[in-house]
């Protein structure tokens, strides 16, 4: 149980163009799931926080027109990079807590983003 | 705010040697500690956690943890290395009944044949 997913698993993507990142939790519904970037041989970095029903709370430094959370659904929160750069291109994965009153997070496989 | 620091980059160690992970946190409360490992191009598995429960916590793949208080510590490890145990490994901290998660730089394990 608990497994989240995430599509695509890599994308190629021309600067100037937009992409969005699925996260699915598949079997638990999620009231809050998480995005975060990770650069390589590096730590994860938390970009923000998706909440169902209500509008993403994001970490300092991190450009909320850029990166647009939306978490439409109980089970399906997405990430959509605009106007995607070469400096966007990372490794993005997202987690998701089930119910309201867990603590843990069920991390999807990550999806690898290359912006030429 | 919280914080966690993973001393080593990287750690090597041969096939059947003990395997030590450190990891020291900054909490003014004792906070709740996870243990994941990431495997290339891949997500994060829970290796296990502590939750303000035993001190001494067992997880997946023979791993195990002990929280130690006076030490602000919650070091990881496991009796016999195995080829399978090569990935990098990230300690974390919440702040207890919280969701938010603050991770270390991430260590690095390599087992030698």
């Known amino acids: 149980g608990a497994v989240v997913s995430q599509h695509p698993s890599w994308v190629i993507c021309k600067s100037g163009t937009s992409v969005k990142i699925e996260c699915r939790s598949l079997?638990?519904?999620?009231?809050?799931m998480f995005w975060y970037r990770q650069f390589p041989k590096q730590s994860l970095m938390l970009m923000a926080t998706?909440?169902?029903?209500?509008?993403?709370?994001?970490e300092q430094g991190v450009e909320k027109d850029k990166f647009l959370i939306n978490h439409a659904s109980l089970t399906l929160s997405t990430l959509t990079v605009t106007s995607a750069h070469p400096e966007d291109s990372s490794f993005y994965i997202c987690s998701a807590v089930p119910g309201t009153l867990s603590y843990e997070q069920y991390f999807g496989p990550g999806t690898r983003l290359t912006v030429t | 705010a919280q914080s966690v620091t993973q001393l080593g980059s990287h750690v090597s160690v041969s096939e059947g040697a003990l395997v030590l992970l450190r990891c020291n946190y900054s909490?003014?409360?004792?906070?709740?500690l996870f243990w994941y490992v990431q495997y290339p191009n891949q997500g994060l598995q829970l290796l296990l956690k502590y939750t303000s429960a035993a001190t001494l916590v067992k997880g997946i793949n023979g791993f195990e943890a002990e929280f130690k208080k006076s030490e602000t510590s919650f070091h990881l490890t496991k009796p016999s290395a195995h080829m399978s145990d090569a990935a990098e490994y990230f300690c974390a901290v919440s702040p207890q009944g919280a969701q938010k998660l603050v991770f270390g730089q991430g260590t690095r394990l390599t087992i030698n044949p």
């Open positions: 998706s909440n169902e029903g209500s509008k993403a709370t994001y």
């Open positions: 079997d638990f519904q999620a009231t809050t």
């Open positions: 909490s003014s409360v004792p906070p709740y």
